[in-house]
């Protein structure tokens, strides 16, 4: 088992649910607000599937850390573009990410591991409310635990080689992680790792061994190693928005 995974979670649930001393401005989450009500409505086929399933994970007392609508909608559109047929995402919380790539495409099959059985258990509750529980395998567990398992299915054909890895779990595996969904995946998938810019901290390395510099060093580690890695091209690309200021590196595998 991977170290230290239950106290990493709690760090990083800390530093993205209370997110002091990151920049933060009205206007971020105004524009959100606006564009998302035009761009995905509530006549949207999904919508009242992704609502419930915010509300249900929510009444069960998960922590308001999920991935916020906009990005989910941009992983969805991912899959779509580049005809995905199994994506991977670590770090479930409660399901509503597979719930936006599983209904926006239909042909979609979706592995998802999550160390906490309490969000698993609730992940499950949702895509099975969606409609989308056969299309969805949330595997309750640590990445780290879980990816040889899914490297076996893989090499049975029980499941297809990954097109899309969305990595949204315990920050300080961010790099072993990355390195798992390369060796899984077919050339041209795209990996996604998320909370890699911190609100512009991660560019200066820390001077202490404090939860939010072990964070920075998830996503430096990460960045670094991608950088020297022949099989991948990747960016940084930074975002703001209702989850304040950070970004994802996105690799496209060779
Ligand atoms: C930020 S949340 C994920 C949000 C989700 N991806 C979404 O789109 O809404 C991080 C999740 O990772 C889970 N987690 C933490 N450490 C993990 C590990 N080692 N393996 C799998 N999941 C882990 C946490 O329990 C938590 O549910």
Redesign the pocket.
Known sequence: M?EN??I??HQ??EI?SAPQGRPSDERWTATDAYTISHLHPSSKPNHAAITAAKEHSEANG??D???NDN??KMLALQCKFGKVSHAL?????????PIWLTTMNPDLRVT?????PK?AKVARENVERAGVADRVDVIT????D?LPKLQEQIEKGEKEPLGLT?I???KG?NWAYFDWAVKLSRPGAVIYV??VVQGGIIAKEPEDDSWRSRAVMGARKVIENVGKDTRVEALVQQTVGDHSYDGWLMAVVL
């Open positions: 991977s995974i239950y990493t979670y990083n649930k993205m998960l922590p850390i999920g991935t990005a989910a995402e670590v770090g479930t919380l409660g399901g509503v990410t998802t591991i999550e160390y906490e969000h567990g640590a990445g780290l879980v969305y949204d779990a315990d595996n998320d909370n």
